[in-house]
């Protein structure tokens, strides 16, 4: 009698050679890096290249304007911050209100469509002219007359319309029977809302409120168009004097380094709450 | 004195009626079973009696007190009556006791350690030991029927409506859920249930109403309507369950 030895477990499949591992990877990599090098040959080689190197690339221009044009910075990313968080607040207010039912909550109800039609049918430029020049001028006592100040909320009221919009959509997301539910167990409608509904919607539209919160990254620069001495704003004094754009682009790299992982961030919470739902849904 | 007596109830979804002049009483520890097709009405019905949606003509009263009545406490309407939806309802960004402490702490104001004892006690009851701390969406479903029902449980209500519980639940998982449903009747829970299982209906039963576009046809112990039905929809409505293997 002869015994069989048990087979051996079998893989589920064979494994990847080195160069099966690693092959597509170099490609990918070589291909990019080639394309890349005849882009720049291509420019380098151009007889305007000196001039554009001149104007936009002077290196010596970017070291010196550098730490006034990070000072800057620094007021646009506070600027940034602080609107990120009122935005956050106040759109979710905006929100509820719309979403309340019943006779006694209707004048805020009203008020609340009136602001998001209203506040997302004005360009952001017009708005933050309008409160940085506008309010000022009205040299009412006890007003600030800062131009941040007033820059910063013309930036919140607009975005918190657009943010107000993103909070509804996550409202109408949760299904109806999660309200039901609560009704047949006592909650009133305001208990409905900030323990079933809110938290639910929050996390379905947390990577759409991410993007907007990356749209006014950049945003934010509009308010040197008050004077506010941010980013763009101490680069084109530069420019202005020099006639060397330069230090636009070390703003404008600056930028870049703040808004890129953000918007990488975004991407990937997006990925993750996408995945989430199809589990949720199997 | 009846638990529920619901006398002349109309119900119009816009130009639809849906319920068409219904009466319907339900004694203490009664369990009364609403069976038909789809849009007869049952689930509108079930949902009247706890407010869920609201009616255009009738009355509905608890323990002889209407419930549009002035003196009528709502809060202790939602207290008292339980329901349990088909697709559960659950609240999933909640663990199973916050979703089952959740009334009993905000809207009875009972202590969170008493509410929570309570839960947990009522878990082990119905078999779900160690799920406490679990996300419903970790649970199968028949799992997550039985967290609903003591959520229901949990505000300690004296009558429980059932709306088609089963009717979302893969084949072996539906008894899970019956048995705890007759559980709740050897207790002497008053239940109003809206099923398709008929087999269930026979044996939990002690009164079925068959309803047809919004009126009650037929209403008899379940031995008498199952075998020797008199309206003649009913028949065919049972014919065809017969034929469709469900009885």
Not at chain 1, 114 to 136: A, N
Not at chain 2, 55 to 72: A, Q, R, T, W, Y
Not at chain 2, 200 to 210: G, I, S
Request: with cysteine.
């Amino acid at each position: 009698m002869i015994f069989k030895r048990p087979a051996p477990p079998r893989r589920a499949g064979r494994a990847l050679s080195v160069r099966e591992k690693y092959l597509p990877t170099l490609i990918s990599v070589g291909t990019v890096l080639i394309v890349i090098l005849v882009i720049r040959s291509v420019v380098i080689s151009s007889s305007q290249w000196p001039r554009i190197k001149n104007q936009f690339f002077n290196l010596d221009v970017i070291i010196e304007v550098f730490p006034k044009v990070l000072h800057g910075f620094g007021i646009n990313m506070a600027v940034w911050i602080i609107a990120l968080v009122v935005i956050a607040v106040w759109a979710l207010v905006l929100a509820i209100f719309r979403s309340l039912n019943g006779p006694w909550f209707a004048p805020l109800k009203v008020f609340s469509i009136v602001y998001i039609d209203l506040l997302r049918g004005l360009p952001s430029l017009l708005l933050v002219l309008l409160f940085g020049f506008g309010m000022p001028a009205l040299q009412i006592p006890g007003l600030p007359k800062s131009s941040i100040f007033w820059g910063a909320l013309a930036m919140i009221s607009s975005y918190s319309a657009y943010a107000a919009e993103v909070y509804r959509s996550g409202i109408e997301s949760v299904h109806t029977g999660q309200q039901l539910a609560a009704k047949a167990l006592g909650l009133s409608q305001v208990q409905t809302l900030f323990y079933c509904i809110l938290p639910q919607a929050v996390r379905n539209v947390f990577p759409s409120l991410l993007n907007l919160a990356v749209a006014l990254q950049k945003d934010v620069a509009l308010l040197s168009v008050l004077g506010v001495r941010d980013a763009v704003r101490e680069a084109q004094i530069y420019t202005a004097r020099t006639f060397n754009y330069s230090s636009l682009i070390a703003a404008a790299a600056l930028f870049l380094v703040a808004t890129i992982p953000l918007a990488r961030l975004t991407d990937y919470i997006t990925k993750k709450d996408r995945e989430r739902r199809l589990q949720g849904a199997s | 004195m009846y638990k529920i007596e619901i006398e002349h109830l109309t119900k119009y979804y816009g130009d639809n009626l849906v319920l068409d002049n219904v009466d319907l009483k339900v004694a203490n520890h009664e369990v009364v079973c609403l069976i038909g097709s789809s849009g007869s009405g049952k689930s509108t019905l079930l949902r009247c009696v706890n407010d869920l949606v609201s009616f255009n003509e009738g009355s509905i009263k608890l323990d002889g007190v209407s419930i549009h009545d002035p003196e009528f406490n709502m809060k202790d309407l939602y207290k008292r009556i339980g329901i349990v939806f088909q697709a559960y309802n659950l609240f999933p960004h909640m663990s199973v006791i916050d979703n089952i402490t959740l009334a009993p702490k905000k809207v009875h104001r009972r202590e969170k350690e008493e509410s929570e004892a309570h839960g947990k006690e009522l878990l082990s009851l119905f078999g779900l030991d160690g799920f406490a701390d679990s996300y419903p969406e970790q649970l199968s479903g028949g799992q997550q029927q039985r967290v609903a029902i003591v959520r229901a449980m949990a505000n300690k209500p004296d009558i429980l409506l059932l709306d088609e519980v089963t009717a979302a639940l893969d084949p072996e998982l539906i008894g899970d859920v019956l048995s705890v449903i007759k559980d709740l009747r050897n207790q002497g829970m008053t239940m109003l249930i809206v099923t398709h299982e008929m087999g269930f209906a026979k044996d939990v039963a002690d009164r079925v109403c068959f309803l047809d576009g919004g009126k009650i046809l037929e209403e008899a112990p379940p031995k008498d309507l199952f075998s020797k039905p008199e309206n003649l929809r009913t028949k065919q409505f049972l014919q065809r369950i017969i034929e469709s293997g469900r009885l």
